[in-house]
């Protein structure tokens, strides 16, 4: 979807705000000098920043044995967060495993259980790269070369501080186009039809202050209804995860806007 998010991309603010930071995708393709970004998942807020202070550390770690291609050496690393001992280990050990079943998972498919504990297959890939090195340093000084902040806190906490010449891109969890699509392991307390509505207000409150906001979501009769207000873009993006290869490939998606 960048190309079509580029087209209604402002260039015009002070800061960038990702309250749904995720894999990042739109961060680190419009490089913004002045950015808030935010996630829901302290593993992935850990990763971040341990790649912002720390990144030759968890290149190293990421190097030790115990990361190898192979079924044993995968379900024994994912098992960790099912130990009483995970808490103890350091910031770069987590963010190691994260990076490691991340790029050694069935489809890079970061999903957890009701108690928060990573649950994704391995995914039995010849050669994944899940060191990339030159990656992992482009990454961290992008990081340090620019002012940002990296917050673990509730969407709505994140824009605390925004002004009106800041501008929001919101990519949350998606509302489902049908119950058997409706995917929340992303984060063990999921995002329902609540939180949706959550976002909604939250969207309003914005363009009373006059920030402007860019969001993406699904295409879906109930989104259309909560944003009738702001002008909805219908966009097409490639989606590669399904269960059935034959429903992989371009689905309608939306942009919601409230500016010119």
């Known amino acids: ?35 808030v970004v935010n996630d829901t998942n302290p ?7 341990v790649v912002k202070h720390n990144v030759e550390g968890l290149i190293e770690e990421l190097k030790k044995d115990k990361y190898a291609n192979d079924k044993a050496s995968f379900y024994k690393i994912r098992e ?9 280990l350091s910031d770069i050990e987590k963010a190691a495993r994260i990076q490691f079943l991340n790029k050694t998972c069935f489809n890079g498919l970061y999903r957890v259980n009701s108690k928060g504990e990573f649950n994704t297959p391995f995914g039995s890939y010849k ?7 030159e990656v992992l340093r482009a ?23 925004i002004q009106n010449t800041d501008f929001v891109y919101f990519d949350p969890p998606y509302d489902p186009i049908s119950e058997s ?50 002008e909805i873009i219908p966009v097409y993006a490639r989606r590669n ?12 998606e939306v942009l ?5």
Do not use: H, W
């Open 256 to 260: 919601v806007k409230n500016y010119d």
């Open 139 to 161: 990454v961290s000084y992008y990081f340090n070369s620019i002012d940002i902040e990296i917050l673990n806190v509730d969407f709505e906490q994140a824009l605390k501080c």
């Open 181 to 230: 699509a409706n995917f929340t392991g992303y984060a063990k307390n999921g995002f329902n039809k609540d939180d949706q509505l959550r976002l909604r207000d939250l969207c309003d409150k914005l363009d009373e202050q006059g920030v402007r906001f860019l969001l993406s979501n699904s295409s879906t009769e109930f989104i259309y209804k909560i944003y009738n207000k702001y």
């Open 80 to 88: 960790l967060d099912r130990n009483d001992n995970y808490d103890s």
């Open 241 to 252: 995860i399904n269960s059935d290869a034959s429903k992989r490939g371009d689905i309608k």
């Open 1 to 35: 979807m960048l190309p079509q998010i580029e087209e209604y991309f402002p260039k015009d603010f002070s800061r960038y705000y990702e309250p749904f930071v995720g894999g990042g995708a739109v961060l680190f393709y419009f490089k913004p000098d002045n950015a």
């Open 127 to 133: 050669n994944p790269n899940y060191i990339n090195e």
């Open 43 to 49: 593993e992935l807020i850990n990763y971040y920043k």
